[in-house]
């Protein structure tokens, strides 16, 4: 048996990107035969960035909502909010304590911002180790991320390593990365890659007439409406392409190459895909988000009283060595 970890911020509502790059995989791996998945939302490490607790509230409703919504079976894999089990943030500042510092400094997630000192707070430069202390909590086994994590899963193994050095002893387990170099880059509706920062993302549970306004402002060229079109540099054509089944791409492909068909027409088409694909996941959301919180927060609190479960079952090991038994 596989022991999987695999962890959302919580840091807006998940958008189609999110979903067919992280959630959507996570889960159908969850459903593999001999997988245990602990899926978790990752709500210290929005902290870095969003400071308003009505807004985080919000955003961790949603991303939880999100996950049901698209299936996960949470009698059969732990599924808890990272804030509600304490013993991660114990265990980070074990973890500090056996990190150098040379090691967090070069961590491309602090580079990427340490041209602007005034904007980088302590979490920002700690949260690689607060990503080790997540993993390394549940003796996961294999980490599904993206090309960009790869570095901090390295970084995970060299802090438990230099523990399990330490103490001599197989304290921690050393995690795997999988990367998926199948998963391609989802475009947003400007042709960068979708994400939130960027502003460009479909939200996949809007109502019908905010989504359908999104849908339109798809970036496109200006290519006359009788004329041909070049599908393989059109967003709205990658986009429907990630959705559609073999038979409706090659029919847009051939629309688009024939002439007579507008940018407008293929968004509509992009559309209407959306909203009866998703149906079911729509009708899910809407009630965990709106029609029943109540079940939505029952869900997690019955997956946080798992993950509590195995977590002191590490911290109990941890603080033997450390002598805090």
């Known amino acids: 048996m596989s022991r999987i970890l695999t962890g959302i911020q919580s840091s807006g509502r998940p958008h189609l990107g999110n979903i067919l790059g992280a959630i959507k995989p996570a889960i159908d791996l969850s459903k593999q035969p001999g997988n245990e998945s602990f899926l978790f939302i990752a709500d210290l490490h929005s902290l870095t960035t969003i400071k308003d607790g ?30 509600r089990v304490a013993e991660h943030t114990e265990l980070c500042w074990y973890l500090n304590c056996f990190t150098p510092f040379p090691m967090l400094n070069n961590a491309t997630s602090f580079k990427e911002k340490s041209d602007k000192y005034s904007a980088v707070n302590a979490g920002l430069f700690v949260y690689p180790v607060l990503q080790a202390a997540d993993i390394l909590l549940y003796d996961a086994e294999i980490i599904p991320v993206g090309k960009d994590q790869r570095q901090h899963i390295e970084m995970t193994r060299d802090i438990a390593s230099a523990f399990n050095h330490q103490y001599n002893d197989e304290v921690f387990v050393l995690p795997e990365a ?6 391609m880059t989802i475009p947003g509706i400007d042709g960068q890659k979708m994400s939130k920062s960027y502003n460009n993302y479909i939200d996949l ?13 798809i970036k496109s ?14 967003i709205t054509f990658q986009l429907y392409s990630l959705l559609a089944s073999d038979e409706q791409v090659a029919e847009m492909r ?20 959306i909203l009866d694909r998703f ?6 959301f809407n009630y965990y988000m709106h029609e029943n919180p109540d079940a939505l927060e029952a869900e997690l609190q ?13 911290i109990q090991r941890v603080r033997e060595k450390l002598g805090f038994n």
């Open 279 to 284: 149906a079911t996941e729509r009708e899910r």
């Open 54 to 83: 009505d807004q985080r509230r919000e955003f961790i409703r949603a991303v939880a909502a999100t996950w049901l919504a698209f299936g996960l079976d949470t009698e059969k894999n732990t599924f808890w909010r990272q804030s």
């Open 205 to 217: 549970f809007l109502p019908e007439n905010e989504l359908w306004k999104v849908i339109k402002k």
């Open 302 to 314: 019955a997956g946080e009283e798992k993950a509590r479960a195995v977590a002191k079952q590490t």
């Open 178 to 183: 999988r990367i998926d170099d199948r998963l």
């Open 254 to 273: 051939r629309l688009y190459e024939g002439g007579n068909y507008g940018y407008g027409m293929a968004k509509k088409a992009l559309y209407e895909l």
């Open 221 to 234: 060229d200006s290519t006359p409406l009788e004329e041909p079109k070049n599908p393989d540099t059109d």
